[in-house]
């Protein structure tokens, strides 16, 4: 049953000209003075999250985008300075992106936001998907068995320094501690001070691709899965829930469909379907144009992937439309009894599922942001918090 819903913000700024036919991406480039209003959307959106009952806000962790698309290089210590903003939301890190980080100041950092905040923070972990910021911390992504080797053995790290009171560890990126002298003795443990004080961290990771060595790593630390938050395509996939309850079930663990899952959407509320894809179209191409050039809408063709490249080509080219992703579920667009429609269908097909993330595609300006989001949570939220409220009753 569907009882929490969260909304993910990368950190776009309203942007103006978006879509098939607006400016190239490569074309952007905006003033300091604009890139950093990504705040103040944050905190707007966080605010009025909290005060509509929303369970968790995510933002995501990203370097160097002039853009415009995704601004905020420290989700930490945003999440922070909203929580010092807001009640009861938590705030998501959606994703810290481990191999730009030494794992063992992650740990320090999280649990620092751990104490400060009472647990208000949620931990997440991801690979990367830009080049252009991984690569310029330092570590591979273009060589992604060797991004996946780092990660793995970075997280590896993080929950042995999360669980344990003192821990080594001796691998091939990392030997914690060095062997070196301290204090007259020979150092051979270590220990993260301070711990969260919440233990067992829950920390979440996005699922691409859903391959069984991805989803067993993830089973076996006990981690949470999103499926389709923040990418062009958005929604379950189902072969992927599959993958998921088999992983589990390898390590003895029995989970309804959908449990420990988090299904990510795009969405727009309307009147109706047809003025909700007049008005989100654009912003659903310019989502396209920015994930498509990074490979991560497995549907592109090379050709297409170039043809978006060019404003006067793209609009009239055979490219993703919202209508599509509309169809094939990816996106929650139409008016709010459409909306509650297809969220209850997907309770009756994944009875573990409880939590949704339903998010505004890049480039909307901040008031529609507000707008949208004011309107789900009055409209769309309560006719799953009644459930919520009932669920005590049909236990008795």
């Not at 991805?214 to 062009?232: C, N, P, Q, T, Y």
Request: aromatic share 10%; glycine share 10%.
């Amino acid at each position: 049953m569907i009882t929490k819903f969260d909304s993910l913000f990368a950190g776009h700024i309203d942007m103006e000209n978006a879509g098939y036919g607006g400016t190239a991406v490569n074309d952007r480039r905006f003033p300091n003075e604009d890139l950093a209003t990504v705040f103040d959307k944050a905190e707007g959106m966080a605010k009025l999250m909290d005060r509509l009952g929303y369970n968790a806000f995510w933002m995501a962790e990203h370097h160097f985008q002039h853009e415009g698309y995704e601004c905020i290089p420290n989700v930490l210590m945003a999440a922070l300075h909203l929580a010092h903003l807001t009640r009861n939301i938590k705030i998501g890190c959606g994703f810290n992106i481990t191999p730009m980080w030494h794992p063992l100041r992650l740990v320090e950092d999280y649990a620092t936001a751990d104490i400060l905040t009472g647990g208000r923070v949620i931990f997440g972990v991801g690979r990367g998907y830009h080049t252009r910021e991984v690569e310029t911390f330092g570590s591979p992504l273009l060589d992604q068995p060797a991004n996946r080797e780092l990660f793995e053995e970075q997280v590896d790290i993080i929950f042995k320094a999360f669980n344990n009171e003192s821990f080594s560890h001796r691998g091939k990126h990392y030997t914690l501690p060095p062997e070196v002298p301290y204090r007259g003795y020979d150092l051979k443990e270590l220990t993260v001070v301070p711990r969260p004080l919440r233990l067992p961290v829950e920390c979440w990771q996005p699922i691409q691709g859903g391959t069984a060595r991805a989803v067993d790593f993830m089973a076996k630390h006990g981690i949470r899965g999103l499926i389709g938050g923040g990418s062009a395509e958005g929604g379950a996939m189902h072969r992927v829930v599959l993958a998921w309850q088999e992983a589990h079930a390898r390590i003895g663990q029995e989970l309804e469909m959908g449990e420990r899952l988090c299904f990510g959407f795009h969405f727009y509320l309307a009147k109706n379907r047809e003025q909700g894809i007049r008005e989100a179209g654009i912003y659903y191409e310019e989502n396209m144009k920015m994930f498509g050039e990074l490979r991560l809408v497995r549907a592109l063709s090379d050709e297409q992937i170039e043809i978006m490249r060019d404003p006067k080509r793209a609009p009239h080219a055979k490219l993703p439309r919202i209508e599509d992703a509309i169809a094939n579920g990816g996106v929650l667009c139409g008016s709010p009894e459409q909306v509650i429609e297809h969220l209850k269908s997907l309770e009756r097909r994944y009875p573990g599922l409880d939590r949704v993330s339903v998010s505004l595609s890049v480039g909307v300006p901040k008031s529609v942001c507000l707008e949208q989001l004011e309107w789900f949570g009055k409209e769309v939220l309560p006719e799953f918090q009644k459930a919520k409220v009932a669920e005590p009753a049909f236990a008795n």
